[in-house]
């Protein structure tokens, strides 16, 4: 079933309570204040059920100028507006600016009431609808029917029903898919179940039991229960009045203006970039670095206005600006907005989000604005290539969703065609490809390659760089995961050699120098001869007066490619083949009488206990023999 809602505007006591209690029976004016005062101050909700079956759900907005932020709160989230005009007073001051909001919001489809026409006569109700018609050019409800009724008679009412039937029918359902999006109309606490928002689910699901996100607070919760018109549901869609149980979180918490997401799926700013139009209508030019109010979904933000290419923004004109807000601010690319002057209150202008994390800009620059018009106007593809233009990271689809405000598929889309014009690099992950520039991808092949090769010329007797030595010099920004999949996709187009931990050249081949070698061979040598009593490393190095770094090098080459093995913890090391000897000459023994002393080995060794104590040690750690008391017994 589509779900529709539907809003209210118009001038205070020009009968849109009454219009909503005669359509649904349920009379949205729920405050004692409201009763007594005879107005509506607060935003009031109900349930309408067409003549076709359809629901949709109606929220009722105050009409009082005084009480204009909560009109806005309320009018952010409907798909189709029904403007009431009494026809004994026809347009009035609030009229104007409630029109005005609707023009900025954009809501396109709409039907205008003109209620009371029980207190007037044909010819003054033919002058009223002229007058109301007038009104509308140029506006986005130019073409919406105008349809007079009486609350009180019910007169014109089944007609207006059948016109809110026809234009629901008509309106474009809100799109499911997507991450969470609910911005907070309402909050109180129900006694026994805790604190309850409402609000109209803009995008996405919400489901009982889900764990969501309370934003800009950060504060995270369970969903106990969900109500759509007051029914208890397992889910609520986009485009449904929605109210929502929160576990864990105090009613003082939350606050009109608070968005429910999916966890992680948005990151509030201080800061966006926008297009923003300045009301013809607005009494001055607006300088930059105003101070204005911020209406954004359900929220009020005080905040400046940055304009990039100007000084003063006059009465009908259209920029690109930045919005630097006092408090942080959730928004998404498109959202629609109105701001207001601070002082006196007035509807000014507003306008569509194009960045809602946006960076610092400098004014009067034309880069600025072309990049902003790409952001504003540019398809999938140029969109992501914009973001990853120079940008050091590696990205998922998610991440692009997010940092771009595209909708998956068209994320997805914009990915294969960039993909196959070979302007970005698709790296193969275990769950979810990482993406880079191409440019970019390439600029780090050249700068690895060369430090690498920079490396072995500094280090000739090392097998490569660390790899977690690069990590943390050149791409500490990515976890040691994707920096993985980034080696491998760098030694698949054949820019680097993996090791176990470290990096090569393609070409490396490890070949040494004859100085090297001779010298090599000639500590091996010095080692091997010694038998199984040999000279300690620092012996060698003296010998062949080498400096403490250049000693290390030279040991930490022989034990690497196992020219040597290291006897437990002391400075003292065997020849490959020496220690091969030792332990085959251990085993014989030990196959003929099933167990060995430390002394029957330093006698089968002809070796001194210095050297027999860490050989058996080193023995027991690869499992060929395994201690007893004071004796071996080989592992079978």
Do not use: C
């Not at 010694?530 to 022989?558: D, N, T």
């Not at 020496?578 to 060794?605: G, H, P």
């Not at 027991?620 to 008391?629: A, C, M």
């Amino acid at each position: 079933m589509k779900h529709i809602v539907i809003g209210t505007a118009g001038h205070v006591d020009h009968g849109k309570t009454l219009l909503i209690k005669t359509l649904t029976g349920t009379d949205t004016d729920r405050l004692k204040e409201e009763k007594e005062r005879g107005i509506s101050i607060e935003l009031g909700f109900a349930q309408l059920k067409l003549p076709s079956g359809k629901q949709a759900g109606i929220v009722d907005v105050p009409g009082h100028e005084r009480f204009i932020k909560n009109m806005l709160a309320g009018v952010g989230g409907i798909d189709l507006v029904l403007l009431v005009i009494a026809a004994d007073e026809g347009v009035m001051p609030q009229t104007r600016e409630h029109m005005d909001i609707i023009q900025l919001l954009q809501v396109k489809k709409g039907i205008v009431v003109l209620t009371k026409v029980d207190l007037v006569d044909e010819e003054w109700l033919g002058l009223v609808t002229e007058e109301v018609k007038e009104f509308l050019k140029g506006t986005v409800l130019s073409q919406a029917p105008v349809v007079p009724v009486s609350s009180v008679t019910g007169q014109g009412i089944p007609r207006l029903l059948q016109f809110i039937d026809k234009l629901v029918d008509d309106t474009e359902e809100r799109v499911n898919t997507g991450k969470l999006r609910l911005p907070v109309d309402r909050v109180f606490s129900v006694t026994g179940f805790g604190t309850v928002v409402t609000g109209t689910l803009l995008a996405g699901r919400i489901s009982v039991g889900d764990t969501v996100q309370i934003m800009p607070q950060g504060l995270v919760s369970r969903v106990r229960s969900v109500q759509v018109h007051g029914q208890k549901v397992e889910q609520a869609r986009a485009g449904q009045r929605t109210a929502v149980n929160l576990t864990g979180v105090e009613v003082e918490q939350v606050k009109r203006g608070s968005v429910i997401v999916s966890p992680g799926s948005v990151k509030p700013s201080h800061r966006m970039d926008v297009r923003l139009l300045l009301l013809e209508s607005a009494p001055k030019g607006l300088k930059n670095r105003a101070r204005v109010r911020l209406y954004l979904g359900t929220d009020e933000i005080l905040g400046r206005v940055r304009l990039l290419d100007r000084d003063e923004l006059e009465p009908g004109q259209e920029v690109y600006a930045q919005l630097e807000l006092e408090e942080q601010a959730v928004a998404g690319k498109g959202d629609r907005f109105v701001i207001r002057s601070y002082s006196p209150m007035r509807t000014i202008g507003g306008g569509a989000v194009i960045d809602a994390n946006a960076p610092k800009h400098k004014r009067f620059r034309p880069e600025v604005l072309e990049a902003l018009a790409t952001k504003e106007m540019g398809t999938p593809e140029e969109l992501i290539d914009q973001f990853l233009a120079g940008k050091q990271g590696l990205f998922t689809s998610e991440e692009l969703v997010t940092a771009t405000g595209l909708p998956a598929p068209d994320v997805e889309a914009g990915l294969q065609k960039l993909a196959s014009e070979e302007q970005i690099k698709v790296i193969p992950a275990d769950h979810k490809d990482l993406v880079v520039s191409l440019q970019v991808y390439r600029t780090w092949g050249r700068e690895i390659r060369s430090m690498v090769e920079n490396y072995h010329r500094e280090y000739p007797l090392r097998e490569g760089v660390p790899k977690e030595e690069l990590r943390s010099r050149k791409f500490s920004f990515t976890n040691n995961k994707s920096f993985q999949y980034l080696l491998q996709a760098l030694e698949v187009d054949g820019m680097i050699k993996i090791y176990e931990k470290t990096l090569a050249s393609p070409d490396f081949t490890g070949e040494l120098s004859a100085g090297h070698k001779r010298l090599i061979e000639a500590m091996v040598r010095a080692i091997h001869e010694g038998h199984f009593q040999p000279p300690s490393w620092s012996e060698i190095v003296k010998s062949h007066k080498l400096k403490e770094h250049e000693a290390q090098e030279y040991l930490q080459y022989l034990l690497r490619t196992g020219k040597l093995v290291k006897l437990g913890d002391e400075e003292l090391y065997y020849s490959a083949e020496r220690y091969r000897q030792a332990r085959q000459m251990i085993v014989d023994f030990l196959k003929e009488n099933k167990e060995i002393s430390v002394a029957q080995t330093r006698d089968l060794l002809k070796t001194s206990r210095k050297f027999t104590l860490p050989l058996l040690e080193s023995l027991d750690r690869e499992r060929v023999t395994r201690r007893v008391g004071d004796n071996r017994v080989l592992i079978q």
